[in-house]
Structures are given as C-alpha cells and as structure tokens.
C-alpha cells in the first residue's frame, strides 16, 4: 500500500490560522493501473513503429499529447490505425471487449493489451454471472469505454448500463400487477471509479425492486482499491484540515476526478475539477485559508505540481513534505 507523509495537525494559533496553506490528499493522481498500462506503452512506443492506442491511452491530453511526440497517436479504430499506415493498436487501461483482439487478429496488426487487471477482474466476473443466471446491471456510463468492455465480455441481452433507476427496463418491484418488473435473478457490479455512497444507494432501490417474490439480488463492489482510497483519503482531509476549497485535478473526461469534486460539494466543501491551472479563477481563492488537493487517477504528478506552483505564486504555503511518495511495489487486492 502506497504510504504518505504523516502531516501534523495544525495547532490553531494566531499566526498559524492566518497562513494561507495548500493540503493534499494521502492519496492522489496516477493509480497503479493507469502507472502500469503507461509503463506498457513507453516500453512500446517506438517513433519508427506507431502504436495506435484504440481511444485516450489516459483521460489527460498533457499526457497524451506528451505520448503523440513518441509515437503514440490514438486511433478510434483498427480500421482507421491501419488506415494510417500503423501495425500495432493497444487496449487502453479501460479495457475494451473481445471484438478488438479479433479485428486486430484479422488485419494483421500487433496487439498491445494494457486493460487494467482491476478492469478484466469486471470483465470476468460479469460472464461468470451471466453463467449463473444473473441479469447483469452494470452501476455507470453507458457511454464509457470500461463500461462498454463489460458489457461486451459479457455478451448477452440480458444486461444494462444504469446509472440511476430510470435508465433499467424495469419500473416496477417484482409482484406488481402494473408495469415492468425485473426478472429473478439480478446482479449488480460497478464501474471500477465509481462513488460507494452513489453505488450504496442504487443498489438500495434497485435490490427493493428485485427480492419481492422470491428474487434474489447480487451487490458486487467492483470499485477499485485506488479509486476507493482516493475517495476515502479526500473524506479524511475534509474532516483532518477544515479545508475551505477543493480542487480535484484531471481531465474532463476522467470519470474519477468528477466523482472526487463530488465527494467534497456533498460534504460541504465548495470543490472545482480542473484540468489545467489557468481555470482557477482568483474569485475562488479570495476568502480561502487551506486549499485541499486531489487528483483523479489519470492525473500525472507534473500537472498536479503545476497547480501547487500556481497557488503558492498566490500566497499559499506549499503542502508539507511534497505531493506525495510512490511505492513502486504497491499492488491493490484484487
Ligand atoms: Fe485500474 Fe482502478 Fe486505475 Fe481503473 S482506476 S486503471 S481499475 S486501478
């Protein structure tokens, strides 16, 4: 388990409550799936050899705009990769469904996989219910590539993606005499960045749809260890250091970082997810004392330091003891 700096409480005195100080989260930025699959990549990149990644690599342009000078150039399909004249495409962290490895198959081309094994685990796990005889809900995006991967491992007719009650086919517990109710057997497992109060609660109304008349219902948490852990560190900072702000760093299409900005506005802390440090607007900062930091797992440490670069230009102290250590041996259960 990555192991932060221990950060002393602060004692409130005069002097020290009228400091303007930047804190961050125990645990932020690059999660160990997003680290591994851009090891993967950076062994392979190759300006002479270009490998497609099929979608973003990383939701975070800085990052993909650094990979593009290396020859990593996204494509949004095996088609167009080698339409483009490149031979090898890889699977993104996200993962993607088995139709990719065919289609790469088919064309000839190489394929790198970099699907986060927190992400196959999901993967695996949905075909295994569907063996059981579950119908499949998965908690999340519909339109997002993980969540699209699932669904495409699992094959079958029988599943959705929701993120709230109206998006199921099903309107009605199971007995009604009005309506669609859902069959007996429903199981449920998660985007691996999604929000455990959100997913708690889903779950909730969803498992009272499903367990009247001898239904039976299934919860699988598959949120990932990092995803939880950065939500659980920004709550401990929240309590820990009376933060006035909250700035949850990542790209506009991470998934997690949006969920972190939503973990500090639903406890009160006026929270912003940025992508860049020119978006913190002086207003923000005016009536500010402690800023807290975050960052989604796609983040990379450069940007993160970019934005602590900005604030201690604005008067804040920088966070004690950096932004935070890696533990290159760190492995999340799974
Ligand atoms: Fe893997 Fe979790 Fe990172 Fe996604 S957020 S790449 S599942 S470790």
């Not at 009605?172 to 199981?187: D, L, Q, T």
């Not at 950065?230 to 991470?254: F, N, T």
Request: glycine share 8%.
């Amino acid at each position: 388990m990555v192991s932060a700096p221990v950060r002393e409480t602060t004692n409130t005195t005069t002097e020290q409550t009228a400091e303007r100080r930047i804190v961050v989260a125990e645990e932020l930025g690059y999660c160990w799936g997003v680290r591994r699959a851009l090891d993967i990549i950076e062994e392979s990149a190759d300006p002479a050899s270009r490998v497609a990644p099929i979608g973003d690599i990383i939701h975070n342009p800085q990052v993909v705009e650094r990979l593009r000078t290396r020859g990593v150039e996204g494509a949004q399909s095996v088609v167009e990769a080698e339409g483009r004249g490149i031979r090898r495409v890889a699977i993104t962290a996200h993962g993607m469904g088995p139709q990719l490895a065919q289609d790469a198959a088919a064309h000839g081309l190489e394929l790198i996989d970099t699907t986060c094994p927190l992400v196959t685990k999901v993967q695996r796990l949905a075909q295994k219910l569907v063996r059981q005889g579950y119908y499949i809900v998965v908690y999340g995006d519909a339109w997002h590539p993980e969540v699209r991967g699932v669904l495409a491992w699992a094959a079958t007719s029988k599943s959705v993606a929701a993120k709230k009650i109206v998006d199921l086919p099903w309107n009605a517990p199971r007995g009604s005499k009005e309506g669609a109710s859902p069959p007996r057997k429903v199981a449920l497992v998660s985007q691996t960045t999604k929000n455990i109060d959100e997913l708690m609660a889903f779950a909730a109304e969803l498992q009272a749809m499903v367990v009247p008349e001898g239904g039976e219902f299934r919860l699988c948490n598959t949120i990932c260890e990092p995803t939880s852990e950065r939500q659980s560190a920004l709550k401990r900072l929240i309590e820990r250091d009376k933060v006035d702000l909250i700035l949850a760093i990542g790209g506009k299409k991470s998934s997690n970082t949006a969920r972190l900005a939503e973990v500090g506005n639903k406890r009160g802390v006026t929270s912003y997810h940025i992508e860049r440090p020119d978006e913190i607007a002086d207003a923000w900062l005016a009536d500010v004392r402690t800023v807290g930091l975050t960052a989604g797992a796609s983040t990379p440490d450069d940007v993160i330091e970019e934005v602590v670069d900005h604030l201690t230009a604005r008067g804040f102290s920088p966070p004690d003891g950096g932004i935070r250590p890696v533990d290159p041996d760190y492995v999340p259960a799974y």
